[in-house]
Nanobody
Framework: QVQLVESGGGTVQPGGSLRLSCAAS????????IGWFRRAPGKEREGISC????????QYAESGKGRFTISRGNDKNTVYLQMNSLKPEDTAVYYC??????????????????WGQGTQVTVSS
């Protein structure tokens, strides 16, 4: 059974940092392109960042450029999203998603068939 589990969310003050983790069971995450998405209350789902499986290329939405970093763990089954300089507008539920690596990466959620349950990130003073 393919399963993704996010962790690392929480409440931080503006300017703080969090590192989100996406762990897989039932398949090898290293064979898949991974995307991070978020949904804020009352807003559409937004693609934040993604990483390819074969060459490590990454892509970021404008909202996260220079502040967020996506990376793969050495265990080949974890992907991280390091978030720095967090702002109140980053408050959202964050999801990781996976798609077959040969399909490439992207920031369109409907292209990803496998999703985690999400982790809440709240940025507030």
């Amino acid at each position: 059974q393919v399963q993704l589990v996010e962790s690392g969310g929480g409440t931080v003050q503006p300017g703080g940092s969090l590192r989100l983790s996406c762990a897989a069971s039932g398949f090898i995450l290293d064979n898949y392109a991974i995307g991070w998405f978020r949904r804020a209350p009352g807003k559409e789902r937004e693609g934040i960042s993604c990483i390819s499986n074969h060459d490590g290329r990454t892509q970021y939405a404008e909202s996260g450029k220079g502040r967020f970093t996506i990376s793969r763990g050495n265990d080949k089954n974890t992907v991280y999203l390091q978030m720095n300089s967090l702002k109140p507008e980053d408050t959202a539920v964050y999801y990781c998603a996976a798609r077959d690596g040969f399909l490439g990466m992207g920031l369109t959620g409907r292209d990803y068939p496998y999703w985690g349950q999400g982790t809440q990130v709240t940025v507030s003073s």
